[in-house]
């Protein structure tokens, strides 16, 4: 299997940073996109959210699925998504930063597994969720992009991954989706 591989974190302010960004994404679409949403355990409605802005299928990741490209798959609430070279596991491992689902496991994973296929994204969100996994994903010879903090609503996310690792880019939630549609297309 050799599609790119998207990871999206987003966390408080993120919800709209969301649509506009599975909005972007081409017909057909080349990749694998999987999406962390600071949910915890209530229930979640974010795949027919999203679906309503995007022409890519939308569903909660199922334990043992295929990684099949021009689908996006969501974090189920309380799960991690852990990638694996052809699947993905939901798990209710420990919480990290407070959080389950949480970015660092599925970032760290998918880039574990895939390399430099892997486009790690970080959005608007609080805490430091998704630094480590985007230093995981560079170092394996991924692409790093974080939402600019001053356009975030919360922005200790985007800050604390560029603490973490050199992006390849700091930009606005508008530029990452047209580049993200450039590259999944």
Not at 6 to 15: K, N, P, T, Y
Not at 24 to 42: D, E, K, N, Q
Request: proline share 9%.
């Amino acid at each position: 299997m050799t599609n790119t591989i998207v990871v999206i974190a987003a966390s408080a302010g993120g919800l709209e940073l969301l649509r506009i960004l599975v909005a972007a994404l081409p017909t057909p679409c080349a990749a694998s996109v999987f999406i962390v949403w600071h949910i915890g355990a209530h229930p979640s409605e974010l795949p027919s959210i999203l679906q309503c802005s995007s022409t890519a299928p939308v569903c909660f990741a199922e334990d043992g699925a295929a990684i099949l490209p021009g689908k996006v798959y969501v974090a189920p609430p309380d799960r991690h998504v852990l990638l694996r070279a052809m699947s993905m596991s939901p798990s209710a491992g420990p919480k990290v930063h407070f959080a389950r689902p949480a970015a660092d496991p599925m970032f760290i994973s998918a880039a574990e597994t895939h390399g430099d296929r892997v486009i790690g994204i970080v959005l608007s969100g609080g805490d430091g969720d998704g630094a480590d996994g985007l230093l995981a994903i560079k170092q394996h010879g991924g692409k790093v992009l974080v939402q600019n903090p001053d356009e975030a609503m919360a922005p200790s996310m985007p800050h604390a991954a560029i603490a973490a690792v050199h992006p390849d880019a700091v930009l606005p939630i508008r530029a990452i989706a047209d580049l993200v549609g450039r590259l999944c297309s």
